[in-house]
């Protein structure tokens, strides 16, 4: 979020919106966690 206007909209969005913005946050960092475990784990098995 770019400036304090985005920040208060998005606080007073509802409850379950807010939830379900910060549901689809966690699942794409989760994502790019796995991807670097992945990455990690490729480059111990190289050495």
């Not at 794409?28 to 490729?42: F, P, V």
Request: with cysteine; aromatic share 2%; glycine share 2%.
């Amino acid at each position: 979020m770019s400036n304090e206007s985005e920040i208060n909209k998005f606080l007073n969005e509802d409850e379950s919106k807010i939830k379900e913005a910060l549901d689809h946050i966690q699942s794409e960092l989760a994502k790019c966690t796995g991807r670097i475990t992945q990455l990690t784990k490729k480059e111990h098995s190289k050495k």
